[in-house]
């Protein structure tokens, strides 16, 4: 049986409603297709199983939603990635200053003039270490009053100055080691898978229910077409019968007015079919984003076929929680439980932080040393320490904050817990809808079989005038039904087989395709 591959498709696009998925994903080769394969708006639009697939991962606003929550939860995760790089910052100034001074001979003008220039890079280290360092120089000119007998101002400068500086801190507590300063980036990174298997479990699901929504539409034609040719059969028979009645004078009113009933009871049959073809139409255009003026006019020209599940009940399970992206969701929101218990575990303690300070300076002026000169021929030199403790009054909101990432933890592993029953449950009930649909299938064909030829016999008979009208009647009817059981037990197991791959995570790793594109 032919298979669909899905490639992960492009990046979504802010100017564009097209759902797609950042970065990998099954379902987004539909995307592809829906360029080439989108059905021209009309009347009539026969629709193949692949297209109805393309259509959905299109235009779809539910799998469009997922691929924006995924979007969103990578630039998430690149805002934390880019929060722990180095950052660097840089300044520039100029001032002009002036003050007075009181001398005996009265008031004097000072003046400050100067400008600096600063550049620096800060940066936090895994263990929480964070260094700073900078670089500083300046250049002033000054107006100063030196005497306070006189009022003469003498001019010093240019002086330059310089200076480089380093500052180490390094927490002993709150803030020490990678759970603290990555807590954030990768909680972060498991919410942004968590997002991507969502998204993969939406696909699944759309993919799923396009599918089943598409086979409902194909079964509600056929059984349209039963009951249309039903119709044609009994209008036919009416005829016959009152031309018998009237003309020959070999068959009773009575068994005329048979026939016109069966006649009016396949009408009914079939009003009843048009309205359920034209529901599931409608099922089928919400799922491709169509206009529901759009959706009778859609015609599934795929017959449903069987791609055999070999699995058993163990291997299915083991398969679900490997690649189900429900359960790699799950695994990943524990994950975002974890980090953010760790974050907060820190958060919670005293802040005691150890911080270094070490520097080198130099100043020179063009009227007081030549060149780079410096006094002693070396520059001045700094260093300090210093500890610094911080203890909140009451514990303030760490420890509530704590608490809670510790009972959401506890509720996600419950959570977790209480999924995996329920798709252990599921699964072992989808083998046995399975088992009973094959049975079923098996029965539905041969019952059919018999119905036919039990209607063909009957009609012998009445021709050779060795049966009743009713007799007739209903055999046409049992055969009419064992035929729409047979298609629709042939559709069950399909749609069996389907979930079970949804289930498992196989469907958008290996989609079947529906054999051929012949009508049905």
Do not use: K
Request: charged share 20%; net charge negative; glycine share 6%.
């Amino acid at each position: 049986m032919p298979h669909l591959a899905l490639p992960p498709p492009a990046r979504p696009n802010a100017s564009s409603r097209t759902c797609v998925r950042p970065r990998r994903g099954a379902a987004s080769g539909l995307w592809l297709l829906a360029l080439t394969l989108t059905p021209t708006a009309g009347a009539a639009q026969e629709l193949r199983a692949e297209e109805a697939l393309a259509l959905a991962a299109a235009s779809n606003p539910s799998l469009e939603a997922a691929a924006r929550d995924a979007a969103a939860a990578r630039y998430g995760r690149e805002a934390e990635r880019d929060a722990v790089r180095p950052t660097v910052t840089a300044s520039v100034g100029a001032s002009r200053n002036e003050r007075f001074s009181a001398t005996s001979q009265g008031p004097s003008l000072n003046e400050d003039h100067g400008g600096d220039a600063r550049v620096g890079v800060a940066h936090t280290a895994a263990l929480g270490t964070r260094v700073s360092a900078e670089i500083t120089s300046s250049m002033s000119w000054q107006t100063v009053n030196l005497t306070a007998g006189t009022t003469t101002a003498v001019t010093i400068g240019p002086v330059y100055r310089g200076q480089v500086a380093l500052t180490a801190t390094q927490p002993l507590l709150r803030g020490a080691g990678r759970d603290a300063t990555r807590a954030s980036l990768g909680r972060s990174r498991a919410l942004e898978r968590q997002a991507d298997h969502r998204y993969d479990q939406a696909a699944s699901e759309l993919a799923r229910d396009v599918l089943v929504a598409y086979w409902e539409l194909w079964y509600a034609q056929r059984a349209l077409e039963v009951r249309t040719q039903s119709l044609a059969l009994a209008t036919q028979q009416l005829e016959e019968a009152t031309q018998r009645q009237e003309t020959l004078g070999t068959l009773a009113r009575a068994d005329v007015l048979r026939f016109a009933t069966e006649r009016l009871n396949v009408q009914n049959a079939l009003v009843t079919s048009t309205q359920q073809r034209d529901a599931r139409a409608l099922e089928l255009a919400r799922l491709l984003a169509l206009a529901p003026s759009d959706a009778l006019g859609l015609v599934a020209v795929t017959r449903p076929a069987l791609d055999p599940y070999q699995n058993d009940l163990a291997t299915a399970l083991a398969l679900t929680l490997a690649h189900s992206s429900e359960w790699l969701a799950v695994e990943a929101e524990l994950e975002a439980a974890e980090e953010a218990l760790r974050a907060t575990a820190d958060s919670d303690q005293a802040r005691l932080d150890l911080t270094v300070q070490a520097s080198m300076a130099g100043i020179w002026a063009d009227d007081m040393l030549s060149g780079l000169a410096l006094p002693n021929g070396r520059p001045a030199f700094s260093i300090g320490a210093r500890v610094e403790l911080e203890l909140p009054v009451g514990g303030g909101r760490a420890e509530g904050a704590h608490q809670q990432a510790r009972a959401q933890l506890f509720a996600a592993q419950a959570r977790a817990r209480a999924r995996e029953q329920a798709i252990e449950t599921e699964l072992a009930t989808l083998m046995t809808e399975l088992q009973s649909a094959h049975a079923r299938a098996e029965q539905s064909m041969a019952q059919s079989a018999l119905a036919e030829e039990l209607a063909a016999a009957e009609r012998e008979r009445l021709a050779l005038g060795t049966t009743t009208p009713i007799a007739l009647i209903e055999a046409q009817q049992q055969a009419r039904d064992a035929l729409l059981q047979q298609e629709r037990a042939a559709l069950d197991e399909v749609l069996v087989v389907l979930r079970l791959r949804h289930r498992t995570g196989e469907l958008m790793g290996s989609l079947v395709a529906p054999a051929g594109a012949s009508a049905s």
